[in-house]
């Protein structure tokens, strides 16, 4: 998927632990995304970053930090996982104008 | 608020017939829309894209129609196959923006 890693593809955690979610890609792209997949609720913006260091929230970004120390790298936190971020976490990259390369998912239950 | 409304949330076809999924959106800065195609476990992927400036654009057996005036657009599969199930996503974005607003998806499944 055009260079994109995400790490773990399936994680089981408890409430109250902190989790951290990685996107790696190896195309120096600048933008990166980190979206979730609910059902019914389709594909929902989290936080994106547009360069190293300079990250922005999305609609759900409550309970959610983010870090891009790395262009290559962009890692999603969670500080204290809640059973209602239990999802399927997807990281996406823009490219050329407008168009997103999605990761394979990274899918998350917290009980 | 839900900028990109879509529907059906899930269709049924048989081989051969042709799904229509339909999306609407408020925003009137929207001047670009795309349409993803996802398949079970993994990520969704492009599949085609139309701008306001076209009412049709085909790719292979996939049209989209765009209606600017009632701020609609949808996406039509000819001859559809049973490789085409899966879940299809519609969304919107503006120049400027670097945010892709999608719709809740459609479940596709084609019946031999």
């Not at chain 2, 990109?4 to 959106?25: E, F, M, R, T």
Request: aromatic residues 12%.
């Amino acid at each position: 998927d055009a260079g994109i890693t995400q790490s773990p593809r399936h994680k089981v955690t408890e409430t109250g632990t902190p989790v951290t979610l990685r996107c790696h890609q190896t195309e120096n792209h600048r933008y990166m995304y980190w979206y979730r997949q609910d059902p019914g609720h389709g594909l929902r913006l989290i936080h994106y970053s547009y360069g190293v260091k300079d990250t922005d929230k999305g609609e759900v970004s409550d309970g959610y930090s983010v870090s891009r120390s790395k262009t290559e790298d962009f890692l999603l936190t969670l500080e204290s996982a809640t059973s209602s971020q239990t999802s399927v976490y997807f990281c996406a990259i823009r490219q050329g104008d407008r168009d997103y390369t999605f990761g394979s998912g990274t899918r998350l239950t917290v009980v | 608020q839900q900028q990109v409304k879509q529907s059906p949330q899930s269709l049924i076809v048989q081989k051969g017939g042709i799904p229509i999924i339909n999306c609407a959106y408020e925003n009137t800065a929207f001047d670009y829309f795309p349409w993803y195609q996802q398949f079970p476990g993994k990520g969704p992927a492009l599949l085609i894209a139309i701008r306001p400036d076209v009412s049709e654009k085909k790719e292979g057996r996939f049209t989209i129609s765009f209606n600017k005036s009632a701020k609609q657009f949808s996406l039509h599969i000819m001859d559809s196959q049973p490789g085409d199930s899966a879940t299809y996503f519609c969304a919107a974005s503006r120049a400027g923006n670097e945010k892709l607003t999608f719709g809740t998806g459609t479940r596709l499944t084609i019946i031999p």
